[in-house]
């Protein structure tokens, strides 16, 4: 399956963006989805995930109540909203996906697809 984030930009301290991760070459349906972000010289940290079906889905601690992760499989589309924005949500946030993710939806290594990564950058 390919996926393409999209929706970055520049946006104000307390800012609000939609991220997309469109996916294609196979029915996404099965897939369970997570957003990664990386900011320079720092680790890729877990932002959010939902299970293949949207009936579960997880956050990092530092996203709770503010970052909504949602799915529309007939569109094969995840999105995750962000609201309230701060200087350090900036980073590349990637989307992926993972048939089986046995290794634990906030885990990088579970995801064995990838998007390309969208910049978000809040300025204070």
């Known amino acids: 399956v390919q996926l393409q984030a999209s929706g970055g930009g520049l946006v104000q301290a307390g800012g609000s963006l939609r991220l997309s991760c469109a996916a294609s070459?196979?029915?996404?349906?099965?897939?369970?989805v997570g957003w990664f972000r990386q900011a320079p010289g720092k680790e890729r940290e877990f932002v959010a995930a939902?299970?293949?079906?949207?009936?579960?889905?997880y956050y990092g601690n530092a996203m709770k109540g503010r970052f909504t992760i949602s799915r529309d499989n007939v569109k094969n589309t995840v999105y995750l909203q962000m609201n309230t924005l701060k200087p350090e949500d900036t980073a590349v946030y990637y989307c992926a996906a993972e048939r089986w993710p046995a290794g634990g939806y906030s885990t990088p290594t579970t995801y064995d697809y990838w998007g390309q990564g969208t910049l978000v950058t809040v300025s204070s």
């Open positions: 939902i299970k293949w079906s949207g009936a579960s889905t």
């Open positions: 070459g196979r029915t996404f349906s099965p897939y369970a």
